[in-house]
């Protein structure tokens, strides 16, 4: 295994056991970012589990297995299926063509390789790579805060949920909500309104640090703060310091508001593992449970914390602040 450029970008795994190809490719492609090397099926297999190549540039014979083989075997592990693979071939015989295409390779390139063409093709993969990926990240992001969206949120809480019995450990989960903002919106405007739910994302970004623990604009002024491995009271600790420092925030709300600065009303949930299982183990159940307990602030005058309790007993209030 050799890291020949050290350059930022792409990274590309070239897979032929014939050096003079692997230099040839290595000239032409160097300005694409980092290239590697493998000789032989098993350390490229290997290679691509440990660190997965941005591109695959794949002989049709190598020394242990057939390259269509190679090729078979990345595109139907769900790890590796999505790395573009191109073949290098002079084989010239009927129907290879469609052999490569059929084991699900992108693309093929023919020797003897002319430079400009495998740029050309690398980079017709590297680009559209990028455009997925950018693509990728923007159907998971929120625009007008960048916080994580709901799509994002609800995946990150399944695999959480999961991730949280089988350790087994508790997981909590703060719905957030901004109090009367419909109030806020009709006394300063409407763009005043994305500004002021730009800044209780902000402020939720600095008050929740821990590298497990997210955030998310669950939906118009409401927050989804998901807490992996935290118990209900350490959860409910939090809500009270969010609560605290938005308002100190101080931040003028509307006259017809129930308080004279914005406001959050935070609604606790947490499911705590029995014998490595959740009695509730799903994520309707938790976001149930926090949206019941964000009902109860509503009842009890806002800008307060309350926890669902799955025992069934009436939610349970937290100290409130101010
Ligand atoms: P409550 O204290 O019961 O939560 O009252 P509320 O007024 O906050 O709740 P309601 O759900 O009635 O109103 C939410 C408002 O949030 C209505 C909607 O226009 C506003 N809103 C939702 N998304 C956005 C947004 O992206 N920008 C702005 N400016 N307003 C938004
Ligand atoms: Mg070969
Ligand atoms: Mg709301
Ligand atoms: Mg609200």
């Known amino acids: ?8 970008g792409q990274s590309i795994l070239i897979i032929d056991d014939d050096t003079s190809v692997v230099l040839a490719l290595q000239q032409v492609l160097q300005s694409f970012g980092r290239i590697f090397f493998a000789s032989c099926a098993e350390e490229a297999l290997a290679m691509v589990k440990v660190n997965p190549p941005d591109v695959i540039l794949l002989d049709v014979e190598l020394p242990d297995k057939s390259g269509l083989e190679v090729c078979a075997e990345l595109k139907a592990d769900p790890q590796s ?3 573009p693979v191109l073949f290098i071939t002079s084989l010239t015989e009927p129907g290879f063509e469609e052999q490569v295409f059929a084991v699900g390779a992108e693309d093929y390139i023919s020797k003897p390789l002319n430079p400009r063409v495998v740029a050309a093709r690398v980079g017709i993969q590297v680009a559209h790579q990028r455009a997925l990926r950018t693509l990728e990240q923007l159907a998971h992001l929120d625009g007008l805060t960048g916080l994580a969206n709901r799509r994002r949120f609800d995946e990150f809480l399944e695999a959480e949920l999961r991730r949280c019995s089988r350790e087994p450990m508790p997981i909590s989960l703060l719905m957030i909500d901004i109090d009367h903002f419909k109030h806020y919106n009709d006394h300063f405007g409407h763009l005043a309104g994305d500004d002021c739910i730009k800044q209780v994302a902000r402020l939720l970004e600095t008050h929740v640090q821990r590298a497990a623990d997210f955030v998310a604009r669950y939906g118009g002024e409401e927050f989804a703060v998901v807490l992996p491995g935290t118990s209900r009271q350490r959860a409910e600790a939090l809500a009270g310091e969010i609560q605290l420092a938005m308002q100190r925030l101080s931040l003028e709300h509307a006259p017809t508001a129930a ?18 299982s959740y009695p509730e183990r799903n994520a309707s159940a938790i976001v149930d449970g926090a949206d019941q307990a964000l009902y109860q602030c509503k009842r009890s005058g806002r800008h307060c914390v309350r926890s669902h309790d799955f025992a069934g007993q009436p939610a349970r209030g937290h100290a409130e602040a101010g």
């Open 1 to 8: 295994v050799i890291n020949v450029a050290a350059k930022q």
């Open 81 to 83: 299926q999505a790395i």
């Open 259 to 276: 308080h004279p600065v914005v406001t959050l009303s935070i609604g606790v949930c947490t499911m705590v593992a029995s014998a490595g």
